[in-house]
């Protein structure tokens, strides 16, 4: 059975209508176009697939998108705002804190879910918090560099 | 003119070369100046006469002027994390003195680019690089030449600076790229070849640059095989067998078909869903009942090493110097150990994926891949179709190190698509990433060798089984050397249960653990301080000047071992690139658990076309080797892989990093070597040497799990 699910979904109120078993992932991505969001192991061990719900960073590979009703959902999509690049993002880029890209979305989200609740984040903190996304090509030093950047940007407030 | 002759060309089309006639390239990529650069013989390295393509008619690598002044770059190399987008467009910028915005990289299409046989091996800058400069140095050449025409002075007066072609002896008069581009439809040839620009001429290359798809990739906008979408696409998932080597005896789909818009093809034991939306492809294919029968290998994780050692092998004597027997008499001190190294999975974040589309009779499939030319290959050999039918087109690709030079899943997605004429996107799950991965080989290593009372080796025979050869040289000063490999009998029992394949710096870091843990055994021996008999029984400058840089980074005070600091050290070679690397562990002598606490490591890579980007390679490497030195280790029972996720199979994270020195040593007037995989090799050495250093404790056996060191503590 389809199930109406409203939602919000990088600002904008999104309805869909869609069977309501089927992951938040998939939804993001093969049905509202949001590649951003990647699928690397679907069983919520990798991080590729973090986005915000509600502020807190979820993993979308194994939640059922009827979960989402009602909540505010931001992809990497929806993290730049006005056309400028959320501190992350720019602190990555300035770092060159990736290599292949492919977990660095849900780096990325997952930064930004750690400095929503604590803007001034330790190293130590950004590790720990950082410690179930997985990266192979190994950029650790360089993340954990640009998420230390971003915080100490961000303490301005923003 | 010169003697160059100018073609307005037509009727040089290739048959079978490309995949791809002339003519329609020409049509997909529009006009300007499009140089073809004739290969000479140093070519062969691309591997192309072997893979029987055909080089006489065939042009091996171009570049197109467009008429706005943009450079596109055309190769058969992939971009998966290494930097090579950046690095390449450093080169061609140089070589054709244009401004680095101005390239663009067009990468691993079949139709658009030069045969390549893969991105592998740590070639890209060594190999491809001056081939690709030698070509921007005959475009330039072209550049001149109609520039000389059209501002009717000699080719001699002409200089070439920022896309513009000037008279030296009247700099006002210019004319751009662009305008020479502009309007022409040309196909140029140069018999004479330029020589490639002076390095010191270089402004991109031997600078530190960023890189060039950050952007892209922050903001999700990065288009890798799986964020593709075509009208009509159908996911697939196919039914797999539980272990290698299990026949599929009887199935049941009928439960699979009743979700909803689910379709099952079946081709002989090939059986998949498709569905247009992934996750009900996900439900469907669990809900297949199938029974298989199992032929049991009787091989696993545990017996696996007494297999290869005892095998009916395949002997080959690689290098052999002076005479053992004379060697045994000279040593003082003999030494014997064994290396065991596992298998070992890449495990990429991005597992692999295909989307393939059937137009008519052409067959188009885009791929996370590191051959897109062995997959075309693949594709014309197992689904029949004549090569110019079948394209293959490389988006990025999230991680390769060495697992997607194998393309199954293109195959499979075109196979599907083949089957069903509808586009098919295929996304290996992790189970079957694990599962279907060509793993690093695992291997053993024997090693006898001797020193003399002065602390000099006089005996090295060194016998490496079924991991692969590569690093098994011995770099160091022995007058009586053999290496040996013991490899695959075709007439023998298969030694591998499952496929393997390259994995980055293919088995140097095993041979570089035996080898160098085996100098350290007998530095500690002889009484002297491991880098002082490294240093005692070497000659190679390289390797000597990488250890005196790595030295003074890491503030190296000498000491005999084991010492308690917990302090030690690796060197080797690899892609033509020399590393030396220091680390200090810290060992918790209950839990058996290690912690890197800093690694320095320095190398020699020759000219280092982006130290930018060659930096975080070396970073790279330091830190994905400590998977394989602490964790990561396939387990399986005869044909079943065990651990097929993150959770059994770990690889590092953020609370493993080291504190991590890296230098490049300055080498701007040597040619450019690989970067992408040396500093790997390194570190299970020296970790291995730096934990006999804090406890007196010897492994032999990656990885080093904390169970493997208090079983080694246990015996000191």
């Not at chain 1, 176009?33 to 986005?51: H, I, P, R, S």
């Not at chain 2, 991105?119 to 109609?146: I, K, N």
């Not at chain 2, 004379?326 to 030494?335: C, I």
């Amino acid at each position: 059975m389809e199930q109406k699910i409203r939602f919000k979904l990088n600002g904008k109120t999104t309805e869909i209508v869609t069977d309501p078993n089927q992951t938040l992932l998939w939804v993001l991505r093969n049905q509202l176009g949001l590649t951003g969001t990647k699928y690397g192991c679907g069983t919520g061990f990798c991080g590729a697939c973090t986005v915000l719900i509600n502020k807190e960073a979820t993993r979308s590979c194994m939640l059922p998108v009827s979960d989402i009703q009602g909540t505010e959902v931001i992809t990497i999509e929806g993290l730049a705002r006005g056309g400028k690049l959320h501190p992350l993002q720019q602190a990555f880029i300035d770092h060159d804190a990736l290599q292949c890209g492919y977990c660095t979305p849900g780096m990325i989200m997952t930064a930004a879910a750690l400095l929503m609740k604590n803007p001034s984040l330790t190293r130590q903190q950004i590790i720990e918090g950082l410690e179930d996304n997985l990266c192979r090509c190994g950029a650790h030093t360089r993340i954990i560099d640009a998420v230390e950047t971003a915080s100490k940007e961000m303490k301005g407030g923003r | 003119m010169k003697k160059n002759d100018l073609k307005v060309n037509s009727e040089t089309t290739s048959e079978a070369g490309n995949g791809m006639k002339r003519r329609s390239f020409l049509k997909i990529i529009g006009g300007g100046i499009i140089v073809f650069f004739q290969p000479w013989g140093e070519l062969d390295i691309f591997g192309a006469q072997t893979q029987r393509r055909t080089l006489t008619q065939d042009y091996n690598a171009f570049l197109q002027i467009a008429e706005d002044g943009t450079v596109s770059c055309f190769t058969g190399k992939i971009e998966m994390g290494q930097g090579v987008i950046t690095s390449l467009a450093q080169m061609m910028a140089d070589e054709l003195n244009v401004p680095l915005e101005k390239v663009k990289m067009v990468m691993g299409d079949t139709d658009l680019c030069p045969y390549d046989a893969g991105t592998w091996g740590s070639q890209t800058t060594q190999t491809f690089g001056p081939a690709m400069r030698a070509a921007a140095a005959e475009a330039r050449g072209v550049l001149v030449d109609l520039a000389a025409a059209r501002l009717g002075v000699p080719a001699s007066q002409l200089e070439v600076r920022d896309g513009f072609v000037v008279d030296s002896k009247n700099p006002k008069r210019s004319v751009s790229y662009a305008s020479l581009a502009k309007g022409k439809k040309l196909e140029k040839y140069l018999d004479v070849k330029p020589a490639p620009e002076d390095y010191t001429k270089f402004t991109y290359v031997g600078k530190p640059l960023k890189h060039s798809d950050a952007l892209l990739k922050v903001t999700g906008k990065a288009k890798y095989t799986g964020d593709l979408k075509l009208p009509g696409m159908l996911f697939a998932r196919i039914l797999r067998p539980p272990s290698h080597g299990a026949r599929l005896s009887t199935v049941d789909v009928s439960e699979a078909e009743k979700v909803v818009g689910t379709q099952v093809v079946r081709d002989g034991d090939f059986i998949a869903v498709l569905n247009e939306n992934k996750d009900r492809a996900d439900e469907a294919i669990v809900k297949i009942k199938a029974e298989y029968t199992f032929n049991e290998l009787k091989v696993n994780d545990r017996n696996l090493y007494d297999r290869m050692v005892g095998a009916d092998s395949r002997v080959q004597v690689l290098n052999a110097e002076g005479d053992l027997d004379l060697g045994y008499q000279q040593s003082d001190k003999l030494f014997e150990s064994e290396f065991h190294d596992p298998y070992l999975a890449h495990a990429p974040i991005e597992t692999h994926t295909a989307l393939a589309k059937l137009e008519g009779d052409k067959m188009t499939v885009w791929a996370s891949t590191q051959s897109p030319f062995g997959l075309q290959d693949g594709i014309v050999r197992e689904l029949g179709y004549p090569r110019e039918k079948v394209r293959v087109i490389t988006p990025f690709v999230g991680g390769g190190f060495g697992g997607k030079a194998a393309y199954q899943q293109g195959v499979e997605a075109a196979r599907l698509a083949k089957l069903t004429g509808k586009p098919i996107m295929l996304v290996w799950t992790r189970d079957e990433e694990f599962f279907y991965d060509t793993f690093h080989p695992a291997g053993v290593v024997r090693i006898k060798s001797g020193i003399d009372k002065n602390g000099f080796i006089k005996l090295w025979d060194y016998s490496v089984y079924y991991g692969g050869t590569r690093g098994s040289d011995t770099i160091y000063n022995v007058p009586n050397a053999k290496t040996t490999s013991y490899s695959q009998n075709t007439d023998s029992v298969m030694i591998h249960p499952f496929g393997t394949g390259p994995w980055r710096a293919p088995n140097n870091n095993a041979n570089t653990f035996a080898r160098e843990s085996q100098i350290d055994i007998m530095a500690a021996e002889a009484g002297t301080d491991p880098l002082e008999f490294r240093l005692k029984n070497l000659s190679d400058e390289k390797m000597i000047a990488c250890w005196k840089a790595v030295a003074e980074k890491f503030g190296y005070v000498p000491s005999k071992t084991p010492g308690g600091r917990g302090i030690g050290m690796a060197c080797g070679t690899d892609a033509g690139t020399w590393v030396a690397t220091i680390v200090e562990v810290n060992v918790d002598k209950t839990t058996g658990k290690v912690r890197v606490l800093r690694v320095a490591s320095a190398q020699d890579m020759g000219l280092c076309v982006n130290p930018q980007g060659a930096l975080i390679q070396m970073e790279g490497c330091i830190q994905m080797a400590l998977g394989y030195t602490f964790t990561e280790e396939i387990l399986f029972e005869g044909g079943n892989v065990k651990n097929r996720g993150f959770d059994a199979y770990e690889i590092p994270r953020f609370s493993w990093t080291p504190k991590i020195d890296c230098v490049i040593l300055d080498r701007l007037n040597m040619p450019p070597k690989g970067g992408g995989e040396p500093a790997i090799i390194t570190v299970g050495a020296a970790v291995a040497n730096a934990i006999f250093d804090a406890t007196g404790a010897r492994l032999y056996r990656m990885p080093m799990t904390p169970a493997r060191v208090l079983e080694a503590i246990k015996k000191v």
